[in-house]
């Protein structure tokens, strides 16, 4: 075998490469400039302790979409000269982000020091759209803010990179291993380097294994009176679907739409909402057109898979309230929660709907800024096993990444609990379904079954109902959105009521990590009612041109006195009014130029 030298190449820096709540994302084309996504990952390596990352293990995989083909080879190549020992590429470079985050902490022991993770999660992809690199650490989970300023940092004044010569192929198309001789940065010896193509399943079915009971699942799939679809929007939770649903649990495959990865994604924005998730809208019967027949059961995740949406016949959950039924339910339907929740956590955005839950079983809840890198400190000190954000992210402790398959299955065992599926497994009630067939007892099994609709109005009749909304501006000039919250924040102290609405509290969300005691300020303009309701602001960095403006707005009734219609209206009505003083308090169409938001969840 011979050996394989590497290059010191000489760069420029640009502009602009500070990652965001989940990395670095921009356009193809930014990507695809000279240099551009070499000195980024450079700048992530010279970031890294030189001693931990000599002969570490990392991941390199994503979600398949445009560009990946390109920078999957560039990483790997880089990671040789800059002493990494090996690789582990999932097959066909496919990786869903709560994989990598299960691979990274649990295969062979915990091996991997990181990994790189290629993905613009929700966003759309193409040639022309969006491509995102994101670092994550080894305890799974997103960088911390102290390694992303490192590295942006660094992207600053870096001068030139390190890259193996381009002998060391990657061929990632199949499962195997390949090993070669490279020369490193600062010596003239050569060394073992190792890439190794795994199953991109196969570890997180088996962590899923000691999640959930899927026996129980098998069970739910098998009544007669249950339908369900998922739609994986041509983005990596494709195969993880097949998998799962059809090889473990016996899903017809009809079930599942959308489940090829396409580099753009079919040409759908991989986005699990309302507004962009189509196909499942429909056949949910929340379209125009009310289908024939409409599944009980409806789900989508995102372009990675930790985003998921969760539907009943013609019945939307919102995430706000799909984590805090999880929680509910968490004990009694999901075996590794068996035990109880340790605890329980919230991005300021979502709503309250979890806090009344915590409270009613006796639990700490944490309230965090956007982004999972905050729940994972609370994840590793034990004192949060269960936490989600209104953006469609929901997970537990299992990994450090949200998770939407998870939560799919999170769901379907709750429905699957709610229906006594538990503890008598697929061929248990397959055997009982038969012995009604052959005219035994039909009491043997349920008579009506319990709906996603039912599970959410019983749980607003216990708890209350929190009715919330999100507005998302997308796409707006940077200068406009930063002058949308700097007149928020003139308004803090200045206004103490807009129309029947009575400012109690006006500020800047600020968080104090409870763990390591670290602050984390400017995390969204909070305007919170007498009355309990939140009137809140925010930038999203997820996006990879121009600002996303946030607006969220929520509105508690107690189910004490209440009665069913005060529970059970339609969210816009019931919010108008606060919607309506959110528009007056941040003057939105006058300072962005949008008559109307691009997304209403």
């Known amino acids: 075998m011979s050996g394989i030298g590497y290059q010191t190449v000489e760069t420029t820096t640009y502009e602009g490469q500070k990652p965001g709540t989940s990395g670095l994302r921009k356009k193809v084309k930014i990507f695809q400039q000279k240099h551009y996504l070499e000195n980024f990952v450079q700048s992530t390596f010279n970031a890294l302790p030189a001693d931990d990352l000599k002969g570490s293990t990392l991941v390199v995989s994503g979600d398949g979409r445009y560009f990946s083909d390109t920078a999957i080879p560039v990483i790997c190549r880089m990671a040789a000269a800059n002493g990494v020992g090996k690789i582990w590429i999932g097959s066909g470079g496919l990786l869903s982000t709560p994989a990598v985050s299960a691979i990274i902490r649990n295969r062979h022991g915990g091996e991997a020091y990181g990994g790189f993770i290629l993905t613009a999660s929700h966003n759309p992809g193409g040639p022309e759209e969006d491509f995102g690199v994101k670092y994550n650490t080894e305890n799974g989970g997103p960088a911390l803010e102290k390694l992303t ?79 369900f679809t998922f739609d994986a929007m041509h983005g990596v939770s494709g195969p993880y679907a097949k998998r799962i649903f059809v090889q473990e649990l016996g899903a017809d495959p009809s079930n599942l739409q959308n489940c090829d990865p396409k580099p753009d994604f ?8 309302l507004t962009y998730a189509h196909d499942l809208v429909n056949r949910m019967g929340l379209g125009e057109h009310t289908p024939s027949t409409i599944p009980d059961f409806g789900a989508a995740c995102d372009g990675d898979a ?61 309230e965090t800024p956007t982004g999972w890198k905050f729940f994972g400190n609370l994840m590793d000190a034990g004192k949060c096993a269960l936490c989600g954000e209104e953006s469609f ?75 919330y909304t999100r507005y998302d501006y997308e796409g707006v000039d940077s ?7 700097k007149h928020l924040i003139s308004k803090q102290g200045e206004v103490s009521q807009v129309r029947s609405f009575v400012i109690d509290t006006a500020d800047e ?59 059970t209206q339609d969210t816009a009505p019931a919010l108008q009014q606060l919607v309506n003083v959110a528009l007056t308090l941040s003057d939105m169409h006058k300072l962005t130029g949008r008559e109307k938001p691009t997304v209403i969840t």
């Open 266 to 273: 079919g040409g759908i924005h991989p986005d699990p909402n």
């Open 149 to 227: 300023n490192a590295i942006h940092a660094g992207t600053e004044k870096i001068k030139q990179y390190y890259i193996a010569n381009d002998d060391l192929t990657v061929n990632y198309s199949k499962t195997g291993t390949t090993q070669y001789l490279v020369q490193t940065r600062g010596s003239s010896k050569f060394r073992p380097f190792t890439i190794q193509v795994i199953d991109p399943v196969e570890d997180y079915l088996k962590l899923l294994r000691t999640i959930f009971d899927f026996d129980a699942l098998k069970a739910l799939l098998h009544k007669p009176d249950f339908t």
């Open 306 to 366: 930790d985003r998921n949406m969760i539907l009943g016949t013609k019945f939307f959950v919102t995430p706000s309230d799909s984590v805090a039924i999880i929680a509910a339910h968490a004990q009694e339907a999901i075996p590794y929660f068996k035990s109880g929740l340790s605890g329980v956590a919230r991005s300021m955005p979502t709503s309250a709907a979890l806090d009344s839950v915590a409270r009613a079983k006796g639990l700490s809840c944490y």
């Open 509 to 567: 969300f600020t968080y104090k990590d409870p763990v390591d005691g670290s602050v984390a300020e400017h995390q969204g303009v909070r305007f919170l009612g007498r009355d309990g309701s939140r009137i809140m602001f925010r930038l999203s960095g997820t996006g990879s041109s121009g600002a996303t403006v946030r607006m969220y707005i929520e509105k508690y009734v107690s189910a004490e006195g209440a009665n069913q219609a005060d529970l």
């Open 479 to 485: 200068d406009k959105a930063d002058a949308v919250m």
């Open 393 to 467: 992210g929901t997970g537990g402790d299992h990994v450090r990444e949200k998770d939407g398959l998870w939560a799919v299955l999170a769901w379907m065992s709750i429905i699957a609990y709610r229906n006594n599926c538990m503890n008598q497994g697929a061929g248990g009630l397959i055997g009982k379904l038969q012995q009604t067939v052959l005219g035994q007892p039909k009491q043997q099994v349920p008579m009506q079954l319990v709906t996603v609709e039912d599970i959410v109005k019983e749980h607003w009749a216990k708890y209350g109902r929190n009715y």
